[in-house]
């Protein structure tokens, strides 16, 4: 399990981490997919100074670590590039949501080096939770966007979309970015009104997911049909239909929370 309540302060050689490459988490080509490195193995690997570690918490006891090396390090013969979309139903829960963690916090340093205000560059402070400016003391912590994501059902049927511009296609349960101001249930009614053009009541929360991609929390919920007929904003939504349990399309996997919110649909009628 990943512990995030006390993050460790300095990297010891048998540390655990984590090693992206861009978007790709870089895995040892021998190991488990997901499997961490130890901290001596990637400074032996790539030569790098092992305080230029990002601290992510602690995973079994020991500290674990994220590091951020470039794409043209990767050796085809030795590594394993896998972009964390390819961890979802392969690597354990826990393990994904480290890496998760691990991406949020390289991609929030990559994006905030230099200060939003004053332009001056920054420092990771309150031992890695939060970026500093030296010149204005600007402050900034990591941030996580919250975005709903909704079964909307009628009776024993299910709503399902296709995104546009999506080369394999799979249908999944509608979502969209809250907005500043709504509730998570005034979201949940606009984002389906947005996209599918129908009106939905008796919005009902069911779990959370964080979601690194690049930095979300999914609030999922169920929601029922109370009327109009569908008509698609073709910018976002390709394809959508009502559809039974037993004759359902490609759908996302259980390790998501939208394969979460189908299969327990499915699962209670």
């Keep these: 399990m990943l512990d995030i309540s006390v993050l460790p302060l300095h990297p010891q050689p048998n540390d655990w981490s984590l090693v992206f490459a861009g978007r790709n988490a870089i895995t040892a080509i021998r190991s488990a997919p997901g499997a961490p490195w130890t901290v001596q193995a990637v400074s ?27 794409e043209t390090s990767i050796s085809q013969t030795e590594q394993i590039a896998s972009n964390l979309y390819g961890f979802l139903g392969r690597v354990e829960e826990s393990l ?39 010149a204005c003391s600007h402050r ?18 299910l709503l399902l979309a296709a995104a546009a511009g999506f080369q394999k296609r799979f249908y999944s349960t509608l979502a969209g970015f809250m907005e500043p101001g709504e509730t998570c249930e005034q979201a949940v009614a606009r984002e389906v009104r947005e996209e599918v053009g129908i009106e939905v009541g008796n919005i009902r929360y069911f779990s959370s997911q964080p979601w690194p991609f690049p930095s979300q929390v999914m609030l999922g919920f169920f929601a029922e049909w109370t009327s109009g007929s569908l008509k698609l904003n073709e910018e976002e939504i390709e394809d959508a239909d009502w559809f039974e349990a037993n004759a359902l399309p490609p759908t996302p996997p259980v390790a998501s929370i939208s394969g979460q919110l189908i299969s327990h649909f499915i699962n209670s009628q």
Excluded: N
Aim: hydrophobic share 35%.
């Design 140 to 157: 900034v912590y990591p941030r996580v966007s919250p975005c709903v994501i909704v079964l909307v059902s009628k009776g024993d049927q």
């Design 44 to 70: 032996d690997q790539w030569g790098i100074d092992a305080s230029t570690a990002v601290p992510v918490g602690y995973w079994h006891g020991k500290g674990l670590w994220a590091f951020s090396v470039p």
């Design 96 to 134: 994904f949501h480290a890496h998760g963690r691990a991406y949020q916090l390289l991609h929030w340093l990559d994006t905030h080096r230099y200060c939003g205000r004053c332009g001056s560059q920054t420092e990771l402070t309150e031992g890695g939770r939060a970026t500093l400016c030296a």
